[in-house]
């Protein structure tokens, strides 16, 4: 079983800044990308960051040069660095990833349960 766990989700003043952490742990053999979506009132779900193993990076427009997001560390755990946040930075943020299990050798997309981030004054 593979587990993803998200934290640091809360409530942060416009232009501020947060971190979000997700943690996977269990049956992992490789970690080939990992990052987060989110949903937001109104809106479709969108990409917010994504890292691939090598350490490429993709954003989403309404984050870019914003938001960061960290390479995986031996912890398989990946930080999202949240800048200058504004309102509409509102929603639920779900940790994905694509890992590849070492119990079964299978390669599969994992989810995990989303932490609120609440900008507002």
């Known amino acids: 079983q593979v587990q993803l766990v998200e934290s640091g989700g809360g409530l942060v003043q416009p232009g501020g800044s947060q971190r979000l952490s997700c943690a996977a742990s269990?049956?992992?053999?490789?970690?080939?990308?990992i990052g987060w979506y989110r949903q937001v009132p109104g809106k479709p779900r969108e990409l917010v960051a994504l890292?691939?193993?090598?350490?490429?990076?993709q954003y989403g427009e309404a984050v870019k040069g914003r938001f960061t997001i960290s390479k995986v560390d031996a912890k398989n755990t990946t930080n999202l660095q949240m800048n200058s946040v504004r309102p509409e930075d509102t929603g639920v943020y779900f940790c994905?990833?694509?890992?590849?299990?070492?119990?079964?050798?299978?390669?599969?997309?994992?989810w995990g349960q989303g932490t609120q981030v609440t900008v507002s004054a």
């Open positions: 994905y990833a694509d890992i590849q299990s070492r119990a079964s050798g299978f390669r599969s997309d994992y």
């Open positions: 269990g049956s992992i053999f490789w970690i080939y990308r």
């Open positions: 890292v691939r193993s090598a350490g490429i990076t």
